[in-house]
């Protein structure tokens, strides 16, 4: 097929009236289809229901150490609980501490907590006259609303395929002091699917920021989710030994979670830092909290006891999900590869693809979609405040469909795109 | 006995020398006792086992509602969860916020968002000059380090037999509008085991408040720990009711977990309150949390079925510490009763014992069990900054203690209450 930008005005008029007979076709089947959110299906929750009957007597209440995982106690989590949570962190359990079933709610309070009491002893943040924040874009959208609640202002990067845009990260933490963090989802990220490379991460961890008191939140929430194969990840390095090395030991925050592990309602969280930055937050916490579910955490040790256990399960979650992103790419190519209005990341792992229509298109497709019965990710989601200066972005999310499901959104996303390319041509 | 402000110098001066020779005997016995926290034994724990299989397999994991409570979302709880804890919060259902496994998260978040945000579209309590808050004493020591940590500011207010002295709490609520709150226990408090009178009740919800958005933290902790059977309760009026009488329907905020009727570190809480304050913690919540662990709700909504299920769980419970409850009052009398040294509270629920002893002794008092082996909740502890002004109040823990353990304990606690009496009248 002719690239829609190569063709006549005519010619675009008759694939627009083409397409507007395909979406009413589609429209009259009634879809009621999601590609909204990155939710497990349910064929993937199955896999860890031995996590039910894991800890079924008194006496497998009982940690390694002997904690009666029942009563109170315990505020930075088991010792095999720091373990499991180590090998998702790639760090060792004494820099781990151990939350409850949301790294968003860790990672929202550890912003509370920067806001509160600053970090070792640097001044509040919100005593300051602004705070902001780096968002490399497209990014993941709970991270912008959390600093839109918080009122820290957030200022775009453009991700490129080796992570955050470097050059313009570097300039701009140097110059201002007020830029307090950046977000970085560094592995197969969220949307684009890329993995920091070293330099990235390198450069992250040594460049000189005005604020002595810079944060990296790095939230490692794919750091097992590879599509393609255990044993052939991605790899990323790790940020906690580049910022020693760097000599900056307290720039780094990791989060993960099991959420996309085992059951996203009902899984463990945590955090790793320095032990200093561990220090404070426990000392902070005291104040929050008693203690996280430690059975929960005695369930999840014993179903992941190992990292090799942790592979074998992720390698049965990659052979739900591999088939859906394959078909996302396949039917993308298909439907939209040679008609020049549209790229899309090509992940080895994560939960998404991130696609780039024409400017201005973005959100004519997605209500396009809810009109015909498919629910797709809000356009601008993926840029903070909700506003993609393009238009462009759309953030695909393909796990929780099953096949035959994704296939019909897919159809009738496809041609949402044309659509609203083709009206778009059109205006232009 | 004489009591020992009736003896003679000469008399007391013996009667220290026949106590220090029973504590060195005590110190002599290596013992290891603890009565400083809350914590129910571990026969109380094995109560709730049932928890742990209740919900085993696939088909156990959906609410009555149909969600799959392995996967993401329902911020608020699910419906059986919400009825569970409309039942310990004495209140409606649909004005329940469930959360994860602790209220002390809930209240120390709830009093965080009422500093970033206002509460209902007041000005946010951090941009104020200064923040206040009453506090009953003795209270609870958790209630204090939050405030604390904040940096609001403590005022004590004295509690009575029918709880918090309401004409000081009146008096200053209505002249100085940087007093926002009050911590309140009302039922069984804690440390004194009382419950609150109907007029205190309305008096809190009626009272003249000069800060329009003051707030009652009603922490209802033992609102089901009865320790004399399930039929003759104390009763509490209900601090909704009586607000929305009194015309202030957003004044209060209700708390309340399983705790101390399940697993104290594996139970769910949950939050009440007017639905404006419930709306507006759903949207400001929705930054922090996706939501909470809904398998765990799944388990104590089955575990815990209807009022018949509570009310037949918790006369077990009370099966089990009432008998210490019982000794520690007749040991408290036998070697303490009629020295007038020392005075005590006799809770019919909750989980604690008041003890008063002559001024200038608790902290001594304190030292001296620790240092023979008994670890009693720090001296202070009961006060806001842990300043007990008279030195006297000791908060008095025994439930987690076997029988026998309390006994010896108590033993080690009576010779050192009069030690320090007697070091006390010498001094005087």
Not at 101 to 109: C, E, G, P, R, V
Not at 308 to 332: C, G, S, T, W, Y
Not at 345 to 374: C, E, I, M, N, Q
Request: proline residues 6%; charged residues 20%.
């Amino acid at each position: 097929m002719t690239a829609y930008p190569d063709l006549s005005a005519q010619e675009r008029a008759e694939a627009l009236a083409t397409e507007r007979a395909a979406y009413a076709a589609f429209q009259a089947q009634g879809l009621a289809l999601n590609m909204a959110r990155g939710k497990p299906a349910p064929a993937q929750l199955d896999l860890s229901l031995p996590l039910l009957t894991i800890v079924q007597a008194r006496e497998d209440c009982f940690s390694e150490d002997g904690t009666d995982c029942r009563n109170y106690g315990v505020i930075d989590g088991i010792p095999e609980a720091k373990r499991l949570m180590a090998l998702l962190l790639d760090d060792e359990p004494e820099n781990v501490f151990v939350f409850g079933n949301a790294s968003l709610t860790i990672m929202h309070d550890a912003i509370a907590r920067c806001l509160d009491f600053g970090c070792l002893g640097s001044q509040p943040w919100s005593t300051l006259d602004e705070v902001r924040f780096l968002c490399p874009v497209p990014g993941y959208d709970r991270h912008f609303a959390i600093l839109e609640q918080f009122g820290i202002k957030m200022i775009p990067v453009a991700m490129t395929d080796a992570g955050p845009d470097m050059d313009v990260v570097e300039e701009l933490v140097a110059a201002d002091p007020s830029i307090k963090g950046i977000w970085c989802v560094p592995k197969y990220s969220n949307p684009t699917g890329i993995t920091y490379a070293d330099e990235t991460v390198r450069r992250l961890a040594s460049m000189a920021c005005a604020a002595s008191d810079f944060r990296i939140f790095w939230d490692n929430a794919y750091a097992v989710h590879h599509l393609y194969g255990q044993d052939a990840p991605d790899e990323l390095l790790d940020i906690g030994i580049a910022c020693t090395e760097s000599g900056n030991p307290d720039r780094y925050l990791k989060f993960a979670s099991t959420s996309k592990v085992t059951f996203p309602g009902a899984g463990i969280a945590a955090m790793a830092a320095s032990a200093a930055n561990i220090a404070e937050a426990k000392r902070l916490c005291g104040a929050q909290m008693i203690g996280h579910d430690k059975l929960n955490q005695l369930r999840h040790a014993r179903f992941l006891p190992n990292e090799q256990a942790v592979k074998a399960h992720m390698e049965k979650q990659a052979d739900i999900i591999r088939p859906k992103f394959q078909l996302v790419e396949n039917m993308l190519h298909e439907q939209l590869g040679s008609l020049g209005i549209a790229s899309w990341t090509h992940p080895h792992g994560g939960y998404f693809v991130s696609f780039d229509g024409l400017p201005h298109t973005a959100k004519r497709t997605v209500a396009l979609a809810k009109d015909a019965g498919v629910v797709l990710t809000g356009a601008g989601a993926t840029w903070p405040y909700g506003k993609d200066p393009l238009d462009a972005n759309i953030r695909i999310a393909p796990t929780m469909p099953t096949l035959e499901e994704l296939a019909s959104a897919l159809d009738v996303f496809c041609c949402c795109v044309r659509i609203a390319a083709l009206e778009a041509l059109d205006a232009s």
